[in-house]
Every structure is written in C-alpha cells, then in structure tokens.
C-alpha cells in the first residue's frame, strides 16, 4: 500500500492506543510498527482485557475501513514489572512475549502468568 498508508496505519493505531488507556498512562512508538504501553497499578487481568479491547477493536470493520487497507491484525507481549526491573529488562521480556503471540498466530495476546509489583518505576 505505500509508506504513506502505513504512516497513517501507524497514526491510527497509536490513536487506538491513546484512547484505550488511562490519564497517566504511556504509549509509545519504539520503532518501526512496534508500540510499548506502560499501564500503571494493574493486575494482570485488567492489562489483559484492556489489551483485547484494543485487539478487538482493531478487527471492527469500521475501523479497518476507515484506512482502506483490509484486515489489519496485531499481536501483543505484555510484560508486568518486578521492583528490581530496569526498562530494558520490561522491555525484553515483553518482546519474548510477543514473538510467542506472533508464533501462536494473528491477534494474539501473550502475557506472563506471575502477578507482579503494581507500580512502575525506572530508576
């Protein structure tokens, strides 16, 4: 489709992002079509079903015809913080996470089983 309709596939997903989480919360762009979303004090539960929502929403036809382009799919790491983490720690284990979700298929959520520390702080 062109680099003009994947910046604006880019755009529209990081929209997505921007309107599913919390005043507080993070999203960001960490290069190419890879996002990274830090959500503040919450279990694993509530990350999950707030991650399918976005899964879902993205799979709404509305949504998809508003860029012209089809089926648009996408895969998600979610990865909990422990207190002795350091951002490249997180970041690591949530890219695991997200090759297993791209190996499982489309649209699919892989998260780590282990509730961890609620708060999230980088030193």
Known sequence: ???????????????????????????????????????????????????????????????????????LTASFGVAMVREEDSLDVVLHRADVLLCQAKDAGCNRVAMEEVALEPELRFQ
């Open 1 to 71: 489709f062109g680099p003009a309709v994947g910046d604006q596939v880019l755009r529209e997903v990081a929209l997505l992002l921007q309107a599913s989480v919390r005043t507080g919360d993070m999203v960001a762009r960490l290069g190419g079509e890879d996002f990274g979303v830090a959500l503040r004090r919450i279990d694993p539960d509530h990350a999950h079903a707030l991650v399918q929502r976005i899964v879902d929403a993205m799979a709404q036809p509305e949504w998809r015809s508003k860029l012209g382009i089809g089926t």
